[in-house]
C-alpha cells in the first residue's frame, strides 16, 4: 500500500475503533439496517462490533455453508466475522483480516463474548494488509469485505491475493463502493475523501475487468441501489451527545468529536464534509455487490 494513504487510513479507523460508536448508538443502528443487516443479525453480536462503516451485508449472499472457511477482509469490529462464524458453525471458521491493531484489540473483546456472553471458539484474527494476506494457497472456501477494498491503492495486487488464497471453486462476496462516473476532482484528489471510502473507489467496470484479469469468473458487479446518504444518520449527537455534524462518508461521521484523541481532526472532516455538500454522492458512486468465482 502507499505508505501515506496505509498510515491515514490506520490513524483514522484506529480513532473510530475508540470512539465507542455501537449498536447501541440510534443513528450506528440505523446505518446497519439502511444496508441490508436485521434488526436480529444486530441483536446476535456484541454492539461494539458494529460501528456504522458498512455499505452492505455480504454474509446476506456468500451463501456460506457449516463447515467452511471465511476470511474478512478489513473485519473492524468483528461484525461480519461474527455473523459469518455462526453460518459455518462448530466444525468451520470465520478469519478476521486488519492492519489497524486498535480494530484488531476490539475484534478480540468482542469475540471474548460473542457467543451469548462466552467466548466464540470458531473465530480468529490476524494483522495484516488485505494485499499480503498472510494465509496459505488455496486455503479458504469464501472471502468476504464490507467497505474495505476501495481503500487498497493496489486494488489488483487484492484480488490477486484473494484468488491465491481460495480454493478451486471457491468465492468471493464483498460489498462495496464503486463508481458509476469518475469524480470531480475536488473530491477525487481529497485525502480525507479516500479515506472516506470514495476518492478510492474504481469505475464498476473497472471494478469487473480486474477481478477477470486476476483470474476470476462469472464476476458480477451491481449496485445495490442503497442510498449512500444513509451515514449521515451517525452523528457526534448520537454518540457523545455533542452538536450534530452528519455526513455522508462513514469517516466523517464515525470520529470528528467522539474521541479527545483526535481533537485535532475536526478541521479536516469539517472540510471533506464542506465538499461533499456540493455534490450529490449517489451522483457518482454506489454501493456494490460483488459475487465472483475462482475456476475449479
Known amino acids: 500500500m502507499s505508505e501515506s494513504i496505509a498510515e491515514t487510513v490506520q490513524s483514522k479507523y484506529a480513532s473510530v475503533a475508540q470512539s465507542g460508536l455501537s449498536t447501541s448508538h440510534s443513528g450506528v443502528r440505523a446505518v446497519a439496517e439502511a444496508f441490508g443487516y436485521t434488526p436480529e443479525q444486530l441483536a446476535s453480536i456484541p454492539a461494539e462490533a458494529n460501528m456504522g462503516l458498512s455499505c452492505g451485508n455480504p454474509t446476506a449472499f456468500a ?3 457449516p463447515g467452511e472457511t471465511v476470511v474478512d477482509l478489513g473485519c473492524g469490529g468483528g461484525l461480519d466475522v461474527f455473523l459469518a462464524a455462526k453460518r459455518v458453525g462448530s466444525t468451520g471458521k470465520a478469519i478476521g483480516i486488519d492492519m489497524t491493531p486498535e480494530m484488531l484489540e476490539l475484534a478480540h473483546r468482542n469475540a471474548a463474548r460473542a457467543d451469548g ?8 484474527f490476524h494483522q495484516a494488509t488485505i494485499d499480503k494476506l498472510p494465509l496459505s494457497d488455496a486455503s479458504v472456501d469464501c472471502v468476504i469485505s464490507n467497505c474495505v477494498i476501495n ?37 477525487g484528489n481529497d485525502l480525507m475523501a479516500y479515506v472516506g471510502c470514495i476518492a478510492g473507489a474504481i469505475l464498476i467496470e473497472q471494478y469487473r475487468s480486474q477481478l477477470i484479469e486476476a483470474g476470476f469468473a462469472q464476476v458480477d458487479v451491481f449496485d445495490a441501489d442503497s442510498d449512500l446518504n444513509a451515514y449521515a444518520k451517525v452523528d457526534c449527537q448520537s454518540g457523545c451527545g455533542s452538536s450534530t455534524m452528519g455526513s455522508a462518508l ?17 478541521d479536516l472532516h ?25 475456476p475449479a
Open 270 to 294: 469539517r472540510r471533506l464534509a464542506d465538499l461533499l455538500r456540493r455534490y450529490n454522492v449517489n451522483d457518482y458512486a454506489a454501493s456494490v455487490r460483488v459475487f465472483a468465482t475462482k
Open 151 to 187: 481503500l487498497a491503492p493496489d486494488k489488483q495486487a487484492v484480488f490477486r491475493e484473494i484468488a491465491r488464497v481460495l480454493k478451486p471453486g471457491g468465492r468471493l462476496a464483498v460489498s462495496d463502493i464503486a463508481l458509476k462516473k469518475p469524480l470531480p476532482p475536488e473530491i
Open 63 to 65: 451463501s456460506l455453508k
Open 117 to 124: 456472553g462466552k467466548p466464540i471458539r470458531n473465530v480468529e
Open 250 to 266: 462513514p469517516l466523517v461521521s464515525a470520529s470528528p468529536c467522539c474521541s479527545s484523541t483526535q481533537s485535532g481532526n475536526a
